[in-house]
C-alpha cells in the first residue's frame, strides 16, 4: 500500500500546521456554539416539565443553570468522584479517567462542566487539525460545525465524559498521521481509560505504523502502551471485584446482551418499523408518551446517517481511519439492548472522529448539502436536549 495515498495534494495546503491565531479561532467558535446550546438548553428546562429529582445531600450544591447538565450518567460520574467504586458493580460501567479528574478537581457539577467543556475546546482544535491535514482547512471548519449541529453533541457540554475522550481520540488519530507516534500512543493509554472505545484505537496505530515502515519498538509501543488505561482499569477491578471485565458485565443491568452483528442490525431494524405509528402521534412535543417511544425510530434513523457517512469515508480515508470507523460501527451492534437496540448510539457516534472529518470534506464541497444538514440536524438536537434536561431520556 502506497504510504502517501492517505496524503491530500499539496495544493490544499493541508500540510501547512496552523497557527496558534488559528487555534484561537477554532476555540472561538466552539464556545461560541456550546454557549448557545447552554442557553436554549436552559430555556427548555424553563419552560418544559422537568422530572429531575434533587441532587443527593453529598454532593456540594450547584445552580439550575448547572445542575440540568449533570442528569443521567452525570450522576454516576459524581458519585464515582465522591465515593469511588466501592462496593458498586454497576459504577464500573464508567470508565475511571473522567471521575478521577473530576475527583481531583474537587467533585462538582461545576467542576465536571469545566472539565467537559476545556477537553471540548481542545478536541475541537485536534479536529480541525486532523481534518486540514486530509482536506483542508475550509473543510475543517465544516467539520466542527457538523459535529457542534448533530443532535446529540450537547452531551460535550455536559457532566460526561465525551468531550475529554473525543479530545485523546483526536489528537491520538491527529499524532498517528505525522508519525509523532510517541505523543499517539500516551493520548490512546489515556483515551482507554475514558472509555471502552479507546481500545479501538489501538488497531489503528498499529496499521499506521505498519503503512509508514515505522519500527517494532513503535509496534510494541502501540501493542501494549496504547491500551495501557485499560489494563489499569482491568487490573483494578481483578482487585476490588474479583472480575477484569466487571465493567463488560454489567451491560446486562442495561438489557445488553452479546450476539452477532446482524443480529443485532435487525432487532434495531425491527424496533425502528415497530415504532413507526409514531409518526401519527405528534412526537414533536419532546416530553410527551409518543417522544418516548419514537427513541428506536431516532437512533435507527441516525445509524443510517452515520453508515452513510462510513461509506464515504471508506472511499479515500486512511486505512488507520477506516479501521477504528468500522470498529466504532459494530461495536453497538455487538451488545443491543432488549428494549432500546441502539441504546446510546447517537452519543457514541460523536466519538466516531474520522467520520466527522469526513462529512466535513462533503459539506465543504456541497454548500447546499449543509443547509439541508443544518434544517435537520439542528432542531432534531434541541429535541434531544429538550428531553435531556427535563430528565425524561438518556442517549
Given at each position: 500500500?502506497?504510504a502517501?495515498?492517505?496524503?491530500?495534494?499539496?495544493?490544499?495546503?493541508a500540510?501547512?500546521?496552523?497557527?496558534?491565531?488559528?487555534?484561537?479561532?477554532?476555540?472561538?467558535?466552539?464556545?461560541?456554539?456550546?454557549?448557545?446550546?447552554?442557553?436554549?438548553?436552559?430555556?427548555?428546562y424553563?419552560n418544559?416539565?422537568?422530572?429531575?429529582?434533587?441532587?443527593?445531600?453529598?454532593?456540594?450544591?450547584?445552580?439550575?443553570?448547572?445542575?440540568?447538565?449533570?442528569?443521567?450518567?452525570?450522576?454516576?460520574?459524581?458519585?464515582?468522584?465522591?465515593?469511588?467504586?466501592?462496593?458498586?458493580?454497576?459504577?464500573?460501567?464508567?470508565?475511571?479517567a473522567?471521575?478521577?479528574?473530576?475527583?481531583?478537581?474537587?467533585g462538582?457539577?461545576?467542576?465536571?462542566?469545566?472539565?467537559?467543556?476545556?477537553?471540548?475546546?481542545?478536541?475541537?482544535?485536534?479536529?480541525?487539525?486532523?481534518?486540514?491535514?486530509?482536506?483542508?482547512?475550509?473543510?475543517?471548519?465544516?467539520?466542527?460545525?457538523?459535529?457542534?449541529?448533530?443532535?446529540?453533541?450537547?452531551?460535550?457540554?455536559?457532566?460526561?465524559?465525551?468531550?475529554?475522550?473525543?479530545?485523546?481520540?483526536?489528537?491520538?488519530?491527529?499524532?498517528?498521521?505525522?508519525?509523532?507516534?510517541?505523543?499517539?500512543?500516551?493520548?490512546?493509554?489515556?483515551?482507554?481509560?475514558?472509555?471502552?472505545?479507546?481500545?479501538?484505537?489501538?488497531?489503528?496505530?498499529?496499521?499506521?505504523?505498519l503503512?509508514?515502515?515505522?519500527?517494532?519498538?513503535?509496534?510494541?509501543?502501540a501493542?501494549?502502551?496504547?491500551?495501557?488505561?485499560?489494563?489499569?482499569?482491568?487490573?483494578?477491578?481483578?482487585?476490588?471485584?474479583?472480575?477484569?471485565?466487571?465493567f463488560?458485565?454489567?451491560?446486562?443491568?442495561?438489557?445488553?446482551?452479546?450476539?452477532?452483528?446482524?443480529?443485532?442490525?435487525?432487532?434495531?431494524?425491527?424496533?425502528?418499523?415497530?415504532?413507526?405509528?409514531?409518526?401519527?402521534?405528534?412526537?414533536?412535543?419532546?416530553?410527551?408518551?409518543?417522544?418516548?417511544?419514537?427513541?428506536?425510530?431516532?437512533?435507527?434513523?441516525?445509524?443510517?446517517?452515520?453508515?452513510?457517512?462510513?461509506?464515504?469515508?471508506?472511499?479515500?480515508?486512511p486505512?488507520?481511519?477506516?479501521?477504528?470507523?468500522?470498529?466504532?460501527?459494530?461495536?453497538?451492534?455487538?451488545?443491543?439492548?432488549?428494549?432500546?437496540?441502539?441504546?446510546?448510539?447517537p452519543?457514541?457516534?460523536?466519538?466516531?472522529?474520522?467520520?466527522?472529518?469526513?462529512?466535513?470534506?462533503?459539506?465543504?464541497?456541497?454548500p447546499?448539502?449543509?443547509?439541508?444538514?443544518?434544517?435537520?440536524?439542528?432542531?432534531?438536537?434541541?429535541?434531544?436536549?429538550?428531553?435531556?434536561?427535563?430528565?425524561?431520556?438518556?442517549?
Amino acid at each position: 500500500m502506497a504510504a502517501d495515498a492517505r496524503r491530500p495534494p499539496t495544493s490544499t495546503m493541508a500540510n501547512t500546521p496552523p497557527t496558534w491565531r488559528m487555534a484561537v479561532a477554532v476555540g472561538l467558535l466552539s464556545l461560541t456554539l456550546r454557549l448557545l446550546m447552554w442557553r436554549v438548553g436552559l430555556g427548555l428546562y424553563e419552560n418544559l416539565p422537568a422530572h429531575s429529582p434533587l441532587m443527593p445531600a453529598r454532593f456540594p450544591y450547584a445552580p439550575t443553570a448547572l445542575r440540568i447538565w449533570a442528569n443521567w450518567d452525570g450522576r454516576w460520574y459524581l458519585s464515582i468522584a465522591h465515593l469511588g467504586y466501592q462496593g458498586r458493580p454497576l459504577a464500573t460501567a464508567f470508565f475511571p479517567a473522567y471521575p478521577v479528574l473530576l475527583s481531583i478537581a474537587g467533585g462538582s457539577v461545576a467542576a465536571g462542566l469545566f472539565i467537559a467543556w476545556g477537553a471540548y475546546l481542545i478536541g475541537m482544535v485536534y479536529l480541525w487539525r486532523l481534518a486540514a491535514d486530509r482536506y483542508g482547512h475550509t473543510a475543517a471548519w465544516y467539520s466542527i460545525v457538523g459535529l457542534a449541529a448533530f443532535p446529540d453533541a450537547f452531551f460535550f457540554g455536559a457532566v460526561y465524559s465525551e468531550s475529554l475522550y473525543v479530545a485523546l481520540a483526536a489528537a491520538t488519530l491527529y499524532y498517528a498521521g505525522r508519525r509523532r507516534y510517541g505523543w499517539a500512543v500516551g493520548t490512546a493509554a489515556a483515551a482507554s481509560a475514558t472509555s471502552v472505545y479507546g481500545t479501538l484505537l489501538t488497531p489503528a496505530l498499529i496499521i499506521a505504523m505498519l503503512r509508514d515502515g515505522a519500527s517494532r519498538r513503535h509496534w510494541w509501543s502501540a501493542l501494549l502502551v496504547a491500551p495501557a488505561g485499560l489494563w489499569a482499569y482491568m487490573a483494578f477491578l481483578t482487585f476490588r471485584f474479583g472480575h477484569p471485565l466487571l465493567f463488560d458485565r454489567v451491560q446486562s443491568y442495561w438489557g445488553r446482551h452479546p450476539v452477532p452483528p446482524w443480529i443485532g442490525l435487525e432487532m434495531a431494524a425491527r424496533a425502528a418499523w415497530q415504532s413507526r405509528w409514531i409518526i401519527t402521534q405528534a412526537p414533536w412535543w419532546p416530553v410527551s408518551p409518543a417522544a418516548d417511544h419514537a427513541i428506536n425510530g431516532l437512533n435507527f434513523l441516525v445509524f443510517l446517517f452515520i453508515l452513510g457517512i462510513w461509506a464515504a469515508c471508506a472511499a479515500g480515508a486512511p486505512w488507520e481511519w477506516r479501521t477504528y470507523s468500522t470498529l466504532g460501527v459494530l461495536l453497538p451492534l455487538l451488545a443491543p439492548s432488549r428494549g432500546e437496540p441502539l441504546m446510546s448510539f447517537p452519543r457514541l457516534a460523536l466519538m466516531l472522529i474520522p467520520l466527522w472529518a469526513s462529512l466535513g470534506s462533503r459539506l465543504a464541497r456541497r454548500p447546499g448539502l449543509l443547509i439541508a444538514y443544518l434544517a435537520l440536524a439542528g432542531p432534531l438536537e434541541i429535541w434531544c436536549m429538550a428531553r435531556f434536561v427535563a430528565f425524561r431520556w438518556v442517549a
